[in-house]
């Protein structure tokens, strides 16, 4: 299976800053999400994203798939952004590999 | 929102009793998947389905079965509960025509005493 890596473990922001996580994936892959699940544990879809950029209000991401990375960037950090952030990738086959996440608290 | 139901959304059981777990969509996916997620390993994948009775295991099997006799159904069981199997269980389902884009259901949290 595909090894995938998230940094940092745990992020810790004043509201408003900006971050940028990252996702390394050991292999081609031809899908790769980012979800947040929220302190009541719901996972939400954010990006659906194998290459390229895309931006969704104050969130964007990018994945280079020949240098297999993604970066998730959140910008002007709210409270509700609070959560853990995970990169799911998939090459061939049926089988999602997730990272261990990034804990991202974001305080007042 | 992805109409993807599980039930029950806790359970606590004993060691040794059979639990099953039952997963139930309405936006008729091919695919379906059951995860286990615990601190420090993000999710895992238990088994999924490609069809109605074609499943296949994944990385964290063993202990588990499923079944899949209709589109929308897909069940997990654990047919001799261990307290190893303590964890939060997340349904989700993808399709082919979507990019196999995947979404996520509520969960169930399984507490093994």
């Known amino acids: 299976g595909i090894q995938v890596e998230q940094s940092p473990p745990d992020l810790i922001l004043q509201e408003g800053a900006n971050s940028t996580l990252r996702c390394n994936f050991s292999?081609?892959?031809?899908?790769l999400q980012w979800f947040h699940q929220n302190p009541w544990g719901q996972l939400i879809n954010l990006f659906y994203?194998?290459?390229g950029t895309k931006q969704n209000g104050r969130l964007s991401a990018t994945t280079v798939a020949t240098e297999r990375y993604s970066l998730l960037y959140i910008s002007s950090s709210q409270t509700t952004d609070s959560g853990v952030y995970f990169c799911?990738?998939?090459?061939?086959?049926?089988?999602?590999?997730f990272g261990t996440g990034t804990s991202l608290t974001v305080i007042p | 929102d992805a109409g993807i139901t599980q039930s029950p959304r806790h359970k606590v059981t004993e060691t040794g009793t059979p639990v099953t777990l039952r997963c139930h969509q309405t936006?008729?996916?091919?695919?379906m998947y059951w995860y286990r997620q615990d601190p420090g390993h993000g999710l895992r994948l238990i088994h999924y389905?490609?069809?109605?009775?074609?499943?296949d295991k994944g990385e964290v099997s063993d202990g588990y079965s499923v079944s899949r006799s209709k589109t929308e159904d897909f069940l997990l069981t654990l047919e001799s509960a261990t307290s190893s199997q303590t964890s939060v269980y997340f349904c989700?389902?993808?399709?082919?025509?979507?990019?196999?884009?995947?979404?996520f259901g509520p969960g169930t949290r399984l507490t093994v005493l």
């Open positions: 389905s490609y069809g109605v009775k074609d499943t």
């Open positions: 936006e008729n996916h091919r695919y």
């Open positions: 799911a990738a998939m090459n061939t086959g049926n089988q999602f590999y």
């Open positions: 989700a389902i993808s399709e082919l025509s979507s990019y196999n884009e995947q979404f």
């Open positions: 994203i194998p290459s």
């Open positions: 292999d081609s892959v031809n899908n």
